[in-house]
């Protein structure tokens, strides 16, 4: 598996509307629907764990993340594209994205984004950056 397929799984249902706990791609995704959707298409194994909270702000993203099999923690100044980002929108933990690798230097990632009601591709700005708390990357990924 390259990178360069998980971006592509990820980028295929850019625009699919945002729900919560959404996983059907082109109807309903949110941010672990993505991440749920891209295990599919690539044939990875993966916990998918339903029910959590709106904004899982005790530590269950964070848990959910370290238990899949497909994953492995990795330091966030070296992710890459394919990466999974865990980030903060208010506190620890409670958002994933897809880094989109690299455009003239500059990191994008992809996301099912409440805020922007759909699955969307954008530069990570300084913003973006700061909410970055954690990393993994899928086994066997080839770099």
């Known amino acids: 598996m ?13 625009r699919t509307p945002f729900m ?14 993505l991440y749920v959707h891209v295990c599919g298409v690539l044939g990875l194994e993966c916990i998918d764990t339903t029910g959590y909270a709106r904004d899982p702000y005790d530590g269950t993203l964070e848990r959910e993340l370290d238990r899949q099999p497909c994953l492995e923690r990795i330091n966030p100044a070296e992710a890459k594209a394919g990466d999974v980002l865990a980030m903060r929108i208010s506190k620890a933990p409670q958002h994933i994205a897809i880094h989109a690798g690299f455009i003239d230097g500059h990191p994008y990632i992809i996301h ?11 530069r990570v700005d300084s913003t973006w950056r700061h909410r970055i708390l954690m990393a993994y990357r899928f086994k066997g990924v080839e770099e």
């Open 2 to 14: 390259k990178r360069s397929d998980i971006v592509a799984a990820a980028m295929a249902v850019e």
């Open 20 to 33: 919560h706990q959404g996983r059907i791609a082109g109807l309903a995704l949110d941010c672990v629907g």
């Open 112 to 122: 099912s984004s409440e805020e922007a009601g759909h699955v969307c591709h954008h």
